[in-house]
């Protein structure tokens, strides 16, 4: 299970939603199927009807050297979701290769 | 027939050096009209300022710039000040370069687009009368009696 705060929804190369708040959580050990409830703070209703959407989650993590702080993306795509007031619930993918910056 | 809403398509443009900038093929219209308002915020003259900037601005997506050798991040991802910011810092002679070329990009898709609405006012409107099913199979053997 993943727990973190700052995330995205992406389609294509707009920003569908913003994220504040999420947990990720595998739906079975080959983690070909992950479940998402996340808090949405800020969304276009009609990007959020399109497809395919993808979810992005950032973090930061050490280099190698223990020092150097790696800005690391993490995407899954998103199989179906809902959207109820700010509570977002989707079914995702399994994640896609994952971005560096 | 053409859509009325686009899918989102991204264009590299060359430029000198080998360097390069990936932008937005079409503004939609929410887009377009944020860049109105940026440029003409009360609808009377312009801000001579933001003319240049806002259309970049409005379009660009990634690019290979450097600074030192270094690559200068660039995405729609990053808050709007440092996009304006980056942009401003530009040199020049590269500002200019990224607007003509991005100029001379919605030339040719005004042209693709003129292009497209000719086509379809020429093509005849499929026929809005369906034929009846008698019509389409033939003489039928079944009977309403």
Redesign the interface.
């Known amino acids: 299970m993943i727990t973190d705060v700052v995330g995205s929804i992406r389609w294509h190369y707009y920003t569908a939603a913003g994220i504040h708040g999420y947990t990720v959580s595998p739906c079975n050990k080959a983690g070909t199927a992950w479940d998402l409830v996340a808090t949405v703070v800020l969304s276009d209703a009609f990007k959020m009807a399109q497809t395919p959407l993808v979810f992005c989650a950032m973090h930061t993590k050490k280099g190698l050297d223990g020092k150097c702080v790696v800005k690391t993306e993490w995407r899954w795509p998103i199989l179906s979701c809902q959207l109820v007031d700010h509570q977002l619930t989707a079914r995702l993918g399994p994640p896609e290769d994952t971005a560096h910056e | 027939m053409s859509d009325d809403f686009d899918?989102?398509?991204?264009v590299r443009l060359p430029l000198t050096d080998g360097k390069y900038v990936d932008i937005?093929k079409r503004l939609n219209h929410g887009e377009t009209e944020d860049l109105f308002a940026r440029i003409s915020p009360y609808g009377v003259g312009v801000n001579r300022r933001e003319v240049r900037t806002a259309k970049i601005d409005a379009y660009l997506?990634a690019w290979n710039l450097t600074k030192k050798g270094e690559p200068v991040?660039m995405s729609?991802?990053l808050p709007e000040n440092v996009r304006t910011d980056t942009i401003r810092n530009l040199t020049s002679a590269r500002a200019v370069e990224i607007h003509k070329a991005i100029e001379a990009h919605e030339e040719k898709e005004a042209v693709a687009r003129a292009d497209e609405k000719k086509t379809s006012a020429t093509t005849p409107p499929a026929d809005p009368i369906l034929p009846l099913p008698s019509a389409a199979a033939g003489p039928s053997d079944r009977s309403v009696n």
């Not at chain 2, 899918?7 to 991204?10: A, K, L, R, T």
Request: aromatic content about 0%; hydrophobic content about 10%; cysteine-free.
């Open positions: 899918d989102p398509e991204s937005k997506l991040p729609p991802d």
